[in-house]
């Protein structure tokens, strides 16, 4: 249930919130590349947040959970930043580049201060917040990731990648002391 409302959560918020993706249907690079790159910055930073209910919330149900988690978000903001750094790359804009990079390193730590907030106030909410991160990132895997490999026929990549973290996620279970 936790789950749907934080999917429900950033789908509201997907189509309340303009924004564009990277590539346009045809799959190739929009004309208007500094609109692009401010928004595909934009819906980067806008998700930061619920990694940071993730980050906090977790360590909160569970110190070595929360760690593991650190790690695991920690991998997977390598290729977010690259997504986020390339069409502001492109445009030349370096100022820009400094100010997104800078703002989506403050929004987690903003989502994991929420996250404390609340629990402080209300203990009961810790599993909301971590299904609402939960919610939120299949919501942003199934509408954006999934069709965006379709539309590149490049589905075994998705496939492959769901795979691979998987790997990796048993592999840091195995690695962090629990
Ligand atoms: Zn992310």
Do not use: C
């Not at 939120?136 to 973290?165: D, N, T």
């Amino acid at each position: 249930m936790d789950q749907l409302i934080g999917g429900g959560s950033v789908a509201a918020l997907h189509w309340i919130i303009p924004h564009t993706h990277l590539v346009d249907e045809k799959g190739s690079f929009r004309p208007n590349l500094l609109r692009t790159a401010y928004l595909v910055a934009f819906g980067l930073i806008l998700h930061d947040v619920p990694e940071g209910f993730a980050m906090a919330n977790s360590y909160i149900a569970s110190p070595s959970l929360g760690i593991l988690m650190a790690i695991a978000i920690a991998i997977h903001n390598v290729p977010e930043e690259f997504a986020m750094a390339v069409p502001i790359v492109a445009v030349k804009k370096r100022r820009f580049l400094y100010t997104a990079a800078f703002l989506s390193g403050l929004a987690e730590p903003v989502g994991a201060i929420i996250g404390l907030v609340a629990v402080h106030f209300h203990p009961a909410l810790n599993s909301f917040f971590m299904a609402f991160a939960a919610g939120a990132m299949i919501f942003v895997s199934i509408h954006e990731l999934l069709p965006m490999a379709r539309r590149y026929h490049k589905i075994h990549l998705f496939v492959l990648g769901s795979v691979i973290s998987v790997f990796v996620y048993m592999l840091l279970t195995a690695v962090v002391p629990g």
